[in-house]
Structure formats: C-alpha cells, structure tokens
C-alpha cells in the first residue's frame, strides 16, 4: 500500500475516530462536577483507618496493592525483555561496543563534570528521602526509585565510574532489581500467613504522621523503590554497553 | 469551555496516532507513541479533578476539605513509569530491528527477508 | 477551570504536535523532554502532585535519556560499517 493510499485510509479513519470521541467525551460529566463515591470514601477513610497521610499513597499500596503488584510486575518483565535483546546481541559480536579508548562524551566539559559530581550526593538524599516518606508526603516507592536512578546516572555524567570495592556495581543493581519485585510479592504472602489475606496489613498502625506509620506501606515503598533503581539503571547501563556502572575493560 | 481537557486528550491521541501512521524512523515511531500514552494520562485526571478541590494529602489540611479522587492519581502514577519502561523496550526492539535489516525505516522493514 | 489549567492545557496540546512534527529523532528527544515538563505542570494544575513528580523524573530525564542512548547504539552501528570494518 503506497504511502498516498495510506494517508487517506488514515485520514478517513481519523476523522471517525474523531467524531466518536468527541460525542463520548461530551457524555462524561463536565469538568470538575465528577461525582464518585469510592474515590471519596478512600480519601475519607485514609486518615482514621490507615493513619497514614498521604491519600494517594495509601491507596496505591493498600486499598488497590494487588493493582499495583501487577503494575510492578510489567516493569519487571520489561526489563528483563530489554535485557534478553540487548545482551544476545552483545553475545553475537563485539563490533558495537565502543572501544574503552573512545572519548567519553562530557570528558570535555569540566563544568559538566563538577557541577555533576556535586549533584550526585544531594541528589541521592533526596530520592532516598522521597522513598521514606511516600506515606507522609507526595512521592513514594516508583518516584523515589527513579531519583535514585538519576543520582547514578550523573556519577557517569561526571566522567567516573561506580566503586563498590571487589562487588560488582552491576550484578548489586540486578539484585537490587530482582530483592525488590521480589519483596513485594513476598509481603503480600506474609499478609495472607499473618493477617488472612494477600496484601493484608500486619503491623501496627502507629501514630498519623510519624515515620513509621501506616502498617507495610514503607515497607512497600522501599521494595517498589529498589526495583525501580534496579530495573532503569540495569537497562541505562545496557543501553551504554555496560559502561555505566564499572569499567568495561577491567575486570 | 469546560470541554477544553477532553478535546486536549482526544487531540494528543489523534496527533500521536498521525506520527506513528507517517513516521519514516522507528524511533520517531516510538516518542509518538508516548505521545498518545500522555493523552491517556491528561484524560484520566481531567475525570478524576473536582473543581475547588485540592490535593488528597491530609498532612496540612483539615478531614472535610474537599479533594479530588485519589484512585485516577493513582492509576496514571504507576502508569507513567510502567509505559516508560515499555518505551524502553520498544526502543531495544528498534535497535535490534536496525541490527537486523540495516534501517529504521518502517516502509522497509519488511523487505529483507530469509 | 481555572486560567492556569486552561492556558497549560493548551501549551501541552501545542509541544504535543511540536513532538510529533519533529522528524529528526535527535531533536525529538529535546522536544520529548520539554514535553514531560509541560506535562507535569499539567498535572500539578489539577492537583495531582504525585503524578507530577513521577512524570518529572521519568519524561524529563529517564525517557530521553534512553531515546538518545537508543539512537547513539544505531549511529555508532552505521559509523562502523560506513568506516568499513
């Protein structure tokens, strides 16, 4: 089908698509007058039953953590698909990968490099801080994950590698994928032995607003947490050839 | 007036979904996807938002405030990292396409065979 | 609706087209990253700070960091072979 034909098949089906749209979107009540009950029940009942702060939070791990259990689940699996492509390709031949003598791409600028340095520490506070206190505050386990990434991410911005003594960085960040999506299925059958249920909470509440309130939501924010870091930084460092996390060239 | 966020969402999809009919690259193809993802995100808030509301975390604000739904948050919170990844995947599946037949361009793609 | 939501509404929609409109993926993941911003003060708009926070790291840094990374992988593959190894 010439490129012609098919912008007009495209067309015509777009300007149905269209017209169906907009006469089901007119069908929803109008902007702001929407008048839910479970949404307003949850948000109503997080404060007494939870003693945990943040609405949003709770309900993603609570109300609705079998929901978010699966969520976890398609992060997980998408990151070992893009692992299993990237590395059988790797297997196959070596003529890709850049050679360790290639210069890195910020090795020019040293502004780049010390402003990034200097980031990486408050950067690490800060994610490691939106992950303690998702159910206090807005944030939580996915958010604070991705921070933490970013904090590794601006050490290879600053033109130096991950130093972890005789551990290899990136065998910690797969075990940090695999201890999260893992942790959190596992709590969820701690509920069923503890508390009769999947996902069922079994600890204490505590007191609304300390930082360690709101039964196994922190502990479920730190387990979505490290499986967030874990999966983006494993598929960043495949993307870069394996040169995010250690030296390629040594061993 | 009040139609603006739903005519907003319809017209990302409809945009996003004209990138991917006419894209020439495979990675083209892939950030149009995003795209049409983001207008799924801006129609699920537009729903959940109730006007004169505020932000469903009680830390700072009393237990009869009015708030809007915390369940459309939470849907669109795990769905924005979930379909990033999903995006990374996509791309690998591009690299790989590239490895294979030496192009990006989709119209191409089939061409080579056996 | 209030003039913030509108007038941000209509920005998105704008850097939206610009995204698609954008034929070359470099520029793309530029036009990719303003476009996760402009969405984030969408959803910060209608009260969703969460959302805004998560569409933040990920659009504005981990999505085109990988667009360009992806890309980076696909050209040093043509310069090899245009370098004729």
Redesign the interface.
């Known amino acids: 089908m010439s490129r012609r034909l098919r912008l007009c098949v495209f067309g015509v089906g777009a300007l149905g698509l269209a017209a169906l749209l907009v006469w089901g979107l007119a069908g929803l009540p109008s902007f702001g007058e929407f008048d839910g009950h479970y949404g307003q029940l949850l948000a109503h009942m997080t404060v007494p039953e939870r003693k945990a702060t943040s609405s949003i939070s709770v309900t993603t791990f609570d109300f609705r953590g079998v929901d978010t259990l699966g969520e976890e689940f398609i992060l997980f699996t998408a990151a070992v698909g893009i692992l299993v492509l990237l590395r059988i390709q790797r297997v196959g031949e070596d003529v890709a990968a850049e050679p360790a003598r290639v210069r890195r791409p910020a090795a020019d600028s040293k502004t780049l490099q010390s402003i990034a340095a200097a980031l990486v520490a408050p950067v690490l506070v800060l994610g490691l801080y939106i992950v303690a206190h998702g159910h206090l505050t807005p944030g939580g386990g996915f958010q604070g994950g991705v921070i933490l990434m970013t904090a590794f991410l601006l050490i290879y911005l600053a033109g130096t590698h991950l130093h972890m003594g005789r551990a290899r960085p990136l065998d910690a960040m797969e075990i940090s994928e695999a201890l999260g999506a893992a942790g959190f299925a596992l709590l969820g059958i701690r509920g069923i032995l503890l508390a009769g249920a999947y996902l069922q909470n079994f600890i204490s509440f505590g007191m609304v607003g300390s930082l360690l309130s709101g039964g196994d939501i922190p502990l479920l924010n730190v387990s979505v947490g490290l499986e967030v870091m874990g999966a983006l930084l494993v598929v960043l460092g495949e993307l870069l050839d394996q040169r995010l996390l250690m030296r390629r060239d040594s061993r | 007036m009040s139609f603006l966020p739903y005519a907003v969402a319809a017209w990302l999809f409809l945009v996003g979904l004209y990138g991917i009919v006419t894209s020439r690259n495979l990675i083209h193809l892939i950030v149009s996807l995003t795209v049409v993802q983001a207008s799924t995100y801006v129609l699920l808030l537009a729903v959940g938002y109730r006007t004169g509301g505020t932000a469903p975390i009680y830390a700072d604000i009393s237990a009869s405030r009015k708030v809007v739904d915390p369940i459309v948050a939470t849907l669109t919170l795990t769905d924005v990292v979930v379909e990033a990844t999903v995006a990374a995947l996509l791309l690998s599946l591009a690299v790989q396409a590239h490895r294979r037949f030496g192009t990006l361009d989709p119209d191409e793609l089939g061409a080579m065979r056996g | 609706?209030t003039a913030v939501?509108?007038v941000v509404?209509?920005v998105?929609?704008i850097v939206?087209?610009a995204?698609?409109l954008?034929?070359d993926?470099a520029r793309?993941?530029l036009v990719?990253s303003v476009?996760g911003l402009s969405?984030a003060v969408?959803?910060l708009a209608?009260?969703?700070?969460?959302?805004a926070?998560?569409?933040i790291?990920?659009?504005a840094?981990?999505?085109p960091?990988?667009?360009t990374?992806?890309?980076r992988?696909?050209q040093?593959?043509e310069e090899?072979?245009r370098g004729g190894?």
């Open positions: 609706m939501q509108a509404l209509v998105v929609a939206g087209t995204v698609v954008a034929r993926p793309q993941a990719a476009f969405l969408l959803f209608f009260q969703a700070p969460d959302v926070l998560s569409q790291v990920v659009g840094v981990a999505l960091a990988m667009i990374l992806a890309l992988k696909v040093r593959r090899v072979k190894r």
